[in-house]
């Protein structure tokens, strides 16, 4: 049986991902989500429409770095071994403001830091062949672009920006890109990639928008319209089809495809900086 961890696998991208997944009974899925009722009833809509009772759920929250080294202790302590790590949960730029309790800007800690810290806590952990899997956004290229700012002012920022979302996925493509240097440098089989699941209007994470924000991305922006239904195939198809094992540091749009992302997100520089600055956040240098 094949082990898949996905953060945040109560709602959206990752619920129908998971639910696609355990119905093939060769794999267990565990959710790692903050809100326990929310997982429980997650995983009991799973296992009533797909039959296969091999999902867990587990806690954690991204946000903070306690919830992340607590869940990566339970999961080691069951003595497991993870085949597919993937790093889903999300918020948005909207409504989130403010620092977590380890003192970094919210969505930053959320979406980047919490799964990079997470990743390195279960490497050790995963299976010869392993996979991760980062979601990523367009937004890490918003219309307009955005410059690196440096990861210190992303941690610490001297005041609220609203492009903080689009760093945060820029992050995670940087994340790829630095991770997967150092596993190939390392002579590791293990694969990491982005996943870009396109703007998906019926998750919780877009309801703000309603049908007319959907009608304008699907109109001006077609290249950035994505649909939970076929973005939640191809990150199953991604997780499971053993012919994806041998692609590492790619960047999936919105199906098994690969595609370029933005120029900046190459940058050897700012990811190389990134990923140390990373390291002392997480008290991992
Ligand atoms: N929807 C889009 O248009 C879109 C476009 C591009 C990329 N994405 C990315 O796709 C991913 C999934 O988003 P979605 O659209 O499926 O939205 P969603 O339905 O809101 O799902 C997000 C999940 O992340 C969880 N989460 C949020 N903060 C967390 C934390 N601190 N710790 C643990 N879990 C946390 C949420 O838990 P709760 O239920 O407890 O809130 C929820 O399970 C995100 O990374 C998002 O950035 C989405």
Sequence with gaps: MKT???TGGNSGLGFETAKKVVGNPEYKVILA???????????EQIVGETGNAH???????????VSVRAFAENFIASGEKSDVLVNNAGISSM?????????FELVFATNYLGHFLLTQLLLPHMTEEAAIFNVSSDMHNPPGGIDWPGAELLAHPKEDDRRKYAYSKLCMIYFTHELDRRLRENGSRI??????????????????????????????MPDRYGKLESSSDALAELITNDAYRGISGQY???????????????????????WEASMTYCDLA
């Design 95 to 103: 409504g989130n403001t403010g620092t977590t309790e380890d003192g």
């Design 55 to 65: 999902i867990e759920v587990m806690p954690l929250d991204t946000s903070s770095l």
């Design 252 to 274: 999936f749009d919105r199906s098994t495809n690969t595609a370029k992302s933005s120029a900046l997100s190459y940058s050897r520089e700012n990811a190389q900086e990134l």
């Design 4 to 6: 898949i961890i996905i």
């Design 191 to 220: 694969t990491v990639n982005a996943f870009n699941p396109g703007f998906m209007a019926s998750t919780n994470f877009s309801k703000g928008g309603g049908k007319a924000r959907e009608l304008v991305v699907k109109t001006t």
């Design 33 to 43: 989500c903050r809100n326990p009722e929310k997982a429980q009833k997650a995983k």
